[in-house]
């Protein structure tokens, strides 16, 4: 599993950062398991989106209804640094 990433597509609660990439530490038809904060995490592969590389770019996302610790001045999305994986407000309509 070397070299792959996997990040949240669905809204739901299971301790992962919308937006956010993770290490792939097991990947089969029905589960990963996600290094998170330097623990192991399974979670359904089918709310995934994994990829080969860590990406380069940043993450547009939508605001969760229950977020918190959120920028200032995040409305309804914000964007998430590939790299360091934190949190921007974003001004205007960001190109794709």
């Known amino acids: 599993m070397a070299g792959m990433w996997a990040r949240l597509q669905a809204d739901l609660n299971v301790r992962l950062r919308r937006g956010a990439w993770y290490r792939i530490n097991r990947l089969d038809p029905l589960q990963a398991v996600l290094e998170v904060g330097g623990r192991l995490l399974e979670i359904p592969s089918a709310f995934l ?12 996302v939508p605001r969760p209804d229950d977020a918190v610790h959120l920028p200032r001045g995040c409305d309804d999305r914000y964007a998430v640094c590939p790299s360091c994986r934190e949190r921007q407000a974003l001004a205007g309509r960001p190109r794709r």
């Open 49 to 60: 989106q994994v990829i080969e590389r860590p990406p380069r770019r940043w993450t547009v």
